[in-house]
C-alpha cells in the first residue's frame, strides 16, 4: 500500500485476507493455551517433563492446534461468501477485519453473527479457561517452594507468556466490544495492531 499509494483492494483479496487473519488468530489463541500447559508441566512437574512434553505430544498439540484453526477459518470465510455486497465498498480499517465486513453487507447477518459468537465462546472461552487453570496451578506449586529464589526463577519463566497473553486476549476483546460504536472505529484499528502485530512479534521472546 505504502508503495503503490494504494489502498484498494479486490473483493477475493479481501475474502483471502480475512481467512489468512482468522487462521493465523485462531492459531495464537491455541499455541499460547498450549504455551501455559507446557509451563505448568515445566514448574509442577520438572522430573517428568521430558517424558510428558515429549515430540510426539507437542506434534499432536500443534496439529489439532492447525486443524481447528483451519477449521474455524474456513467456516467463517465461508460464511462470508454466502452474503451479497455492493459493488463498491470503503472498510473503515487497515485489513478486512471480519466484522467491519459484516457490516457492509446488504444481506441479513444474523446466522453469521450467531457463528461469530459461538465460535468466540468456544474458541476464545476454552482456552483462555485453560490458561486460567494452568497458572492457577503453577500458583499454587510455586507457593510451595521453600526458597525466595526458587519461587522467583520459576515465576520469571512465566512473566513473558502472560504479556502475550494479557496484550492478546485484552486487545482482542477491546476490538470486539467496541466494534458495535462507529465512534470508536479509530480505537478499535489501534488495538488491532495490537494483537495482529504486537503480540506476534513477541512469540519468539516467549519461545
Given at each position: 500500500n505504502i508503495q503503490t499509494q494504494s489502498q484498494v483492494i479486490t473483493y477475493k483479496g479481501c475474502i483471502t485476507q480475512m481467512c489468512f487473519f482468522i487462521l493465523f488468530g485462531a492459531l495464537d489463541d491455541f499455541l499460547l493455551t498450549v504455551m501455559a500447559y507446557d509451563r505448568f508441566v515445566a514448574i509442577c512437574h520438572p522430573l517428568h517433563y521430558a517424558v510428558i512434553m515429549n515430540p510426539r505430544l507437542c506434534g499432536l498439540l500443534l496439529l489439532?492446534?492447525?486443524?481447528?484453526?483451519?477449521l474455524h477459518s474456513l467456516l467463517q470465510s465461508l460464511m462470508?461468501?454466502?452474503?451479497?455486497?455492493?459493488?463498491?465498498?470503503?472498510?473503515?480499517?487497515?485489513?478486512?477485519?471480519?466484522?467491519?465486513?459484516?457490516?457492509l453487507a446488504c444481506s441479513d447477518i444474523f446466522l453469521n453473527n450467531l457463528v461469530i459468537y459461538l465460535a468466540a465462546v468456544l474458541l476464545g472461552g476454552v482456552p483462555f479457561a485453560g490458561i486460567l487453570y494452568s497458572y492457577s496451578k503453577i500458583v499454587s506449586c510455586i507457593h510451595g517452594i521453600p526458597s525466595a529464589q526458587g519461587k522467583f526463577k520459576a515465576f520469571s519463566t512465566c512473566v513473558s507468556h502472560l504479556s502475550v497473553v494479557f496484550l492478546f486476549y485484552c486487545t482482542g476483546l477491546g476490538v470486539n466490544l467496541s466494534s458495535a460504536a462507529a465512534h470508536r472505529l479509530h480505537s478499535g484499528a489501534v488495538a488491532s495492531v495490537m494483537y495482529t502485530v504486537v503480540t506476534p512479534m513477541l512469540n519468539p521472546i516467549v519461545y
Open positions: 489439532v492446534s492447525w486443524i481447528m484453526s483451519t462470508v461468501l454466502r452474503l451479497s455486497f455492493c459493488t463498491v465498498l470503503k472498510i473503515p480499517h487497515f485489513f478486512c477485519e471480519l466484522n467491519q465486513i459484516l457490516k
